[in-house]
Structures are given as C-alpha cells and as structure tokens.
C-alpha cells in the first residue's frame, strides 16, 4: 500500500519559516520524481517545487529563493523548506510522487498539510 504523509505544517507570522515533511511508504522512493504542490480556497492546485530522482530541482517564480525542496532516499523523504513566509503562501501543501514507465503512469498523493500566513 502506498502512503505519502506530510507533516511540519502550522501556523506562522510573516516571515517566518517552516519545513515540510513527506514521509513515502509502499514504493521505491529512489526512483520517483517528487513535488511539493499547493491549493488555497478558490484556487486550482498549483506546483511549488520538483526534484528528479537525480536530484534536479525546479520552483515556481513565486517561490524561488524562499523555498527549498530536497530528498532523502535513505529515510524516503521529502522535504520542503519554507522560508520568509508570506500571507499569500497560505494554503494546503500536497506531496506527489511521480514515475513513468513503457507500460504506465505511477501518480501519488499525500492527504496534505495545512500552512497559515498569518499576523
């Protein structure tokens, strides 16, 4: 059974930091791109932050210089870094883990975790 859980979510002031966790269970972790995406009210889901399974990262322009995503593939987690938090980060924070091979498509989600920006 596959489990993607993220944790490290909560509530914090402008400026402040936090780092996301997602914990994979039930695939090989190694060999799955992994994202961080996020959804607020009203808003479709959007990706914040990507790393290939060498390790290449990729942000959102909203983001970039504020977030940081890596992974550890001996403890299967991903990681989000979060740092000088704005209002507008507010949102649910989802992991998705993604592999592609000749016969299918492997797409996870986590349940995701919420983050408020708030004063």
């Known amino acids: 059974q596959v489990q993607l859980v993220e944790s490290g979510g909560g509530s914090v002031q402008p400026g402040g930091s936090l780092r996301l966790s997602c914990a994979a269970s039930?695939?090989?972790?190694?060999?799955?791109?992994m994202g961080w995406y996020r959804q607020s009210p009203g808003k479709q889901r959007e990706l914040v932050a990507a790393?290939?399974?060498?390790?290449?990262?990729n942000y959102a322009d909203s983001v970039k210089g504020r977030f940081t995503i890596s992974r550890d593939n001996a403890k299967n987690t991903l990681y989000l870094q979060i740092n000088s938090l704005k209002p507008e980060d507010t949102a649910v924070y989802y992991c998705?883990?993604?592999?592609?091979?000749?016969?299918?498509?492997?797409?996870?989600w986590g349940q995701g975790t919420q983050v408020t920006v708030s004063s």
């Open positions: 998705n883990a993604q592999r592609s091979t000749v016969w299918r498509e492997y797409d996870y």
């Open positions: 039930g695939i090989g972790f190694s060999g799955y791109a």
């Open positions: 790393i290939t399974i060498v390790g290449n990262t």
